[in-house]
Structures are given as structure tokens and as C-alpha cells.
């Protein structure tokens, strides 16, 4: 019978603590934080084969936590049963994605933001996370850039040195930036591989003009992006 009393003492001195306006704030705050998180991951990954859509579940996250922690904050023997409660979750579905364990820890952070009412902190957080995102794709753009593909070809090994410059000069001729990755000679046989980035004119082009230019046996290109071929 105490301890039925002593529980309903607790949550009584909780609901007097929290000021329902401020709670009703933060979880709207939260709600939005977490809709802009799940429009961040959609927009930068999404697309990705292997993800999981995990963002469908940041709305229900971000206010879930951000309620807990409210509690946790008025209330020491509360905090330490919710937590007690919480150790019997276990998550049997694998992250698919590493970056999912990233917008997983900003949904966490912006709700501890939101439960502590430090909503200038949540402002900076986004616009880091934001710009950082966008730096990202920046890169992996320009590296795409750097690279739209390879030339693969192989020649007799007679006058491979002549052979291999004119080979170059035909490359260097059909794209704007080309390179000349790695050299093998086995039974006979030269295999030069080049790399190279914006390609122009033709694929027929490039591989009429490399035989033409010396006796090669075999031409492959190979592009790193879909519709490369032209």
C-alpha cells in the first residue's frame, strides 16, 4: 500500500514539474527536427540499393525520446525505471547502411536538444549537418568527374614502345583529361589500362582510331556511370 502511495506521489510531483506548454514545445520542435532529418536522409541516400528507409521512423523516434528524456531530467527514481525498462529492447534487424548509424545519433542529439530547451544549439546543429552533407556530395561528384572511365588494350609485343605512345596520342584525342594506369606484359601479349574523364565524340570513333593507329588485338571501354556509352 506505501508503495502504491509512494508511486502516485511520484508522478504527481512529475506532472507538477513539467510546465505542459514548454513539454508541448519541445516535442513539436522535436517532431520537426526529426521530419527534417528523415528529408535529409531521403534526399542524400535514399536512393542507395541497399538502404533500409529507415527514416520513416525518425517522427516517432525524435518525439519518443525527447518525452524520456523530459522525464529523466524531474525525476530520479522515474529516470532510473524507464531506463531499467529500456534494457530489455533488442533491435534484431542489422543497419544496412553505415550512414544510417549517423542520421540515427542526429535524431538522438536533436531530441536531447529539444528536452533540455536549448533550441539555439539545434539550429547550429542542422545547418553543420546540412553543409557537411552537401560537402560530401560535392566530393563524391568531382570524383565521379575525375573518373568517367577506362580504356582496356592489348598488342603483340613488337615495337611496344612506338605502339604504346600512339595509343596514348588516340586517347588523349577522344577526352579531356586521360592517364595511363598500369602496363602488363605476359606470354607475348602488352595490356595497357588508361583512365580518362570527359569523353568526346564516340565510342566507334575511339576504338577505329586506336586500331588504326597501331595493331592491337583487342579494345574495351568501360564507363563508370550509367549512360557513359555514346
Known amino acids: 500500500m506505501f508503495e502504491k502511495f509512494q508511486i502516485v506521489k511520484d ?8 510546465d505542459p506548454r514548454m513539454f508541448a514545445i519541445a516535442i513539436l520542435v522535436s517532431l520537426f527536427a526529426s521530419l527534417l532529418a528523415g528529408w535529409m536522409y531521403a534526399r542524400f541516400y535514399e536512393r542507395k540499393g541497399t538502404g533500409s528507409q529507415i527514416h520513416r521512423a525518425f517522427p516517432l523516434l525524435g518525439i519518443s525520446i525527447t518525452s524520456l528524456f523530459i522525464c529523466i531530467q524531474v525525476s530520479l527514481p522515474l529516470s532510473l525505471g524507464l531506463l531499467g525498462a529500456l534494457s530489455i529492447i533488442r533491435f534484431r ?5 553505415p550512414e544510417e548509424v549517423g542520421f540515427i545519433m542526429l535524431v538522438i542529439a536533436s531530441s536531447v536538444i529539444c528536452a533540455t530547451f536549448n533550441f539555439q544549439f539545434l539550429v547550429f ?3 553543420v549537418a546540412l553543409v557537411t552533407l552537401m560537402g560530401i556530395r560535392r566530393v563524391r561528384e568531382s570524383r565521379k568527374a575525375r573518373g568517367d572511365g577506362i580504356v582496356l588494350v592489348a598488342f603483340k609485343d ?6 604504346q605512345k600512339q595509343i596514348e596520342e588516340c586517347v588523349q584525342r577522344h577526352a579531356s583529361r586521360s592517364s595511363l594506369e598500369s602496363s ?12 580518362f574523364s570527359g569523353f568526346q565524340g564516340h565510342v566507334a570513333d575511339l576504338q577505329s582510331a586506336i586500331k588504326q593507329a597501331a595493331d592491337v588485338s583487342a579494345v574495351n571501354i568501360f564507363f563508370n556511370r550509367p549512360g557513359g556509352l555514346t
Not at 508522478?11 to 513539467?18: C, N, P, R, S
Open 11 to 18: 508522478v504527481q510531483d512529475l506532472t507538477a514539474k513539467i
Open 93 to 97: 534487424t542489422p543497419i544496412k547502411e
Open 158 to 163: 613488337q615495337d611496344s614502345g612506338p605502339r
Open 125 to 127: 546543429l542542422y545547418l
Open 184 to 195: 602488363s606484359c605476359k606470354d607475348g601479349m602488352v595490356s595497357l589500362q588508361f583512365s
